[in-house]
């Protein structure tokens, strides 16, 4: 085990090491772009603007951001309703992403989706999903689409540590790998389903050996380390992609907000979110890297994060003057003539 650790950690330095300037600058926006969008929506949720439920993805930006540097453009994505730095991820317009939250018809889904289920093809993202672990069933099915298709893709179903002692989960697990599927499953595990420590949920706390009954490879990968995530990504991918079959990644990360905006979170200590902010912060990690390699000044670093800012207010602006949907688009995008 020790030979393991030091194997992993050497790797870990080296990676470090050969980063260049453009890939951190890089994760540092898009890693940003996701936490200032969050702040936002969160106002807006307390303005009264966004109904409904609004769960922030604020301390888990380096998983996605770090999975989607490893992805290649043919990839696909699904995820549950923590979704909106997926989104963002993926590449979609933080105008439509707004407004969809706000529920106008410039949004995603024409503002009848809001938070929880919005889509975009055109970018390869499948959806958040409201229900808890189903996303994982339809995830294993863009696998298949993959792999029927023959079009050298792989899907990235994103789940919750709570979504992972779901049956369905375990049902996908089974047949993506009977089938050998090009799936990576990946499990954020923020460490509380709603307000239920993985402790005192799960039998076993590694969730990433889930998959081990099915013969499906897991790792367990530090979720506040972006360049952690994004070695990790790639290997997943490259497993999934070479005819491999599926692999599940343990995103080991952590949410500072409450599970919902409805959640105060006093489940936990304030010294433990504290800990976490002051010590582990995926963008504050980024921002050491590129300050002491000389990549980056502090003015240089603020001016990105005022640009990035402009972006979301613009995007706030876009929602707030869109229109509500017409009561006639009540009945439209329901069925579909197949």
């Avoid at 989960?169 to 460490?191: D, G, R």
């Avoid at 991918?237 to 979170?265: C, F, K, N, W």
């Amino acid at each position: 085990m020790a030979t393991t650790t030091k194997r992993r950690s050497s790797r870990s330095r080296s990676t470090r090491s050969t980063v260049g300037k453009d890939d951190l600058i890089h994760y540092y926006k898009e890693m940003l772009a996701i936490r200032r969008f969050e702040e936002k929506a969160g106002q807006l949720y307390g303005m009264g603007l966004i109904g409904g439920f609004c769960h922030l993805y604020i301390g888990q930006e380096a998983v996605v951001v770090g999975m989607q540097a490893a992805a290649e453009p043919r990839d696909t994505v699904i995820t549950g309703y923590r979704d909106h730095g997926h989104m963002l991820a993926c590449g979609m317009d933080p105008r439509g992403v707004m407004a969809e939250l706000t529920g106008r018809r410039g949004g995603y889904s024409k503002g009848k989706g809001g938070s929880m289920h919005m889509f975009s093809r055109e970018k390869n993202f499948y959806g958040g999903h409201g229900i808890v672990g189903a996303q994982v069933s339809l995830g294993t099915g863009l696998g298949f689409a993959h792999k029927y298709r023959g079009d050298g893709g792989v899907a990235m179903a994103y789940m919750g540590d709570g979504a992972v002692n779901q049956g369905q989960v375990y049902e996908s697990f089974n047949m993506a790998a009977l089938w050998h599927l090009p799936v990576v499953f990946v499990i954020e595990n923020n460490k509380y389903g709603m307000g239920t420590s993985v402790e005192r949920a799960s039998a076993n706390p590694d969730l990433h050996q889930r998959g081990a009954s099915y013969g499906i490879p897991g790792r367990k990968v530090d979720g506040m380390d972006i360049l952690a995530v994004k070695q990790a990504g790639q290997e997943a991918l490259a497993h999934a992609r070479d005819g491999h079959g599926p692999m599940i990644l343990e995103m080991v990360t952590y949410r500072y907000r409450g599970h919902s905006m409805s959640d105060p979170a006093k489940y936990r200590s304030k010294e433990e979110v504290s800990d976490m902010r002051e010590h582990h912060d995926p963008i504050e990690n980024v921002k050491k890297l590129l300050l002491d390699a000389g990549h980056a000044t502090e003015d240089e670093l603020k001016s990105i994060d005022k640009s990035i800012r402009g972006v979301v207010n613009d995007a706030a602006e876009f929602a707030q003057q869109s229109q509500e949907p017409d009561p006639a688009e009540l009945y439209t995008d329901v069925l579909i003539e197949a």
